[in-house]
Nanobody
Framework: QVQLVESGGGLVQAGGSLRLSCAAS????????MGWYRQAPGKEREFVAM????????NYADSVKGRFTISRDDAKNTVYLQMNSLRPEDTAIYYC??????????????WGQGTQVTVSS
């Protein structure tokens, strides 16, 4: 089992930026595919981005392509999500997880508490 703690969320105006972090404990994320998901009020949790074990395969949801960047630092056991040009529709709770390395990149472990991102217009 792995524990995942997301941080870095907050309130930002449209067009602004945030950098989310996901710190893992209990096991190393080295060798694992990692992903970010989000859940907006009244909606299902949806895929945002994934990065494979060596960073050579990265995929994004169409809605965030060109604005979000996923990265990882295995030495720190942490995954990041840089979010630029934020829009009100990006408002959601953001979660990370170890994910399967094929679509739809399902989360493998229990989801953490997530971090709230709110984008005002």
């Amino acid at each position: 089992q792995v524990q995942l703690v997301e941080s870095g969320g907050g309130l930002v105006q449209a067009g602004g930026s945030l950098r989310l972090s996901c710190a893992a404990s209990g096991r190393t994320i080295g060798g694992s595919t990692m992903g970010w998901y989000r859940q907006a009020p009244g909606k299902e949790r949806e895929f945002v981005a994934m990065i494979n074990w060596n960073g050579m395969i990265i995929n994004y949801a169409d809605s965030v392509k060109g604005r979000f960047t996923i990265s990882r630092d295995d030495a720190k056991n942490t995954v990041y999500l840089q979010m630029n040009s934020l829009r009100p529709e990006d408002t959601a709770i953001y979660y990370c997880n170890v994910v399967r390395n094929y679509w739809p990149y399902d989360g493998i472990f229990n989801w953490g508490q997530g971090t709230q991102v709110t984008v005002s217009s």
